[in-house]
């Protein structure tokens, strides 16, 4: 008899069991989000009701600030996280490797919401 074929764990199901930096406040960013969503389709219906332009965007003002705030909140668990966990690779090569390139990440996510 065959023994069973134990799957390979392929790198994208590797990242679905991965813990997250933000995993410890996930229902906190789920609700910061579901809050936002709710504020956006508050400003869509605003437009469909003709409201004043400037109130609109006072709006779309207010959704911004809030997904920085989410931003900031992901880019802050991101390092404490992350790079802090790249950063107890035993091995001195690998360990400047991958401080290296979670640092990368992180500044490349920046830059995109910089943008």
Known sequence: MSEPEVPVMEPADAEQHQQHGYS???????????????QVRGI???VDEDKYC???LTQVAAVTKALHAVSL???EEHIG??????????????RAEAIDFKVKEATDAIGRLLR
């Open 24 to 38: 410890a406040n996930k229902d906190a960013y789920l609700l910061r989000l579901k809050r936002i969503e709710g």
């Open 54 to 56: 400037i109130d609109i």
């Open 44 to 46: 869509a219906r605003m």
């Open 81 to 94: 996280h992350c790079v802090v966990g790249a950063a107890s690779e035993p091995d001195a090569k690998l």
């Open 73 to 75: 909140g992901l880019v």
